[in-house]
């Protein structure tokens, strides 16, 4: 069970980490090529969990789902490297972790299943919290409206 949980963790984290250091680095026709060419492995994907039978089809679909929504993010935050994109990105990809973990949770029973999906929750909350920790951050660094400068007083001629 903890190394289900440590390899969706260090998982999460190797699909996250490298997408933050470019931000804004795309052309239109390599954002367009990368959103086809997540499509295209979305469907490669899929069709391999074909061959798979119950549960472990659900765990192929919802692996393949959620590296697609991830991908997408990432181009999408590669292109505009805005940090709304950003913030997106750690959700999706919070959101895919989870869907998968609660997946291989299904495998269990009784108290071991609700064990396993409050780990996955507690993982998911955990991602969300520092993914709006982050946003929040990004809205401190953004410069403050400077108030505008008073307008001088014209002093009365003859007296104080």
């Known amino acids: 069970m903890q190394k289900l949980m440590l390899f969706t963790v260090t998982l999460l984290a190797a699909a996250v980490l490298p997408s933050y250091a470019t931000a804004a680095t795309?052309?239109?026709?390599?954002?367009?090529?990368?959103?086809?060419?997540?499509g295209a492995d979305h469907k490669a994907g899929q069709a391999l969990c074909v061959?798979?039978?119950?549960?472990?089809?659900?765990?192929?679909?919802?692996?393949?789902?959620?590296?697609?929504?991830?991908?997408?993010a990432e181009v999408e935050?590669?292109?505009?490297g805005k940090a709304?994109?950003?913030?997106?990105?750690?959700?999706?990809?919070?959101?895919?972790?989870?869907?998968?973990?609660?997946e291989k949770c299904?495998?269990?029973?009784?108290?071991?299943?609700?064990l396993c999906v409050k780990k996955a929750k507690a993982n998911k909350a955990t991602q969300?919290?520092?993914?709006?920790?982050?946003?929040?951050?990004?809205?401190?660094?953004?410069?403050a409206t400077v108030p505008a400068m008073p307008t001088p007083r014209k002093e009365k001629k003859g007296g104080c």
């Open 26 to 38: 795309l052309s239109k026709a390599d954002y367009n090529t990368a959103k086809t060419r997540a």
């Open 128 to 143: 969300a919290a520092q993914a709006a920790q982050a946003a929040s951050g990004v809205a401190a660094l953004k410069p």
């Open 84 to 102: 709304v994109d950003g913030n997106k990105l750690r959700v999706v990809t919070a959101e895919a972790a989870f869907a998968v973990a609660k």
């Open 51 to 72: 061959a798979l039978k119950d549960n472990a089809r659900d765990i192929c679909s919802a692996e393949a789902r959620g590296k697609q929504k991830v991908a997408l």
């Open 106 to 114: 299904d495998d269990l029973a009784g108290n071991d299943k609700d």
């Open 77 to 80: 935050f590669a292109y505009t």
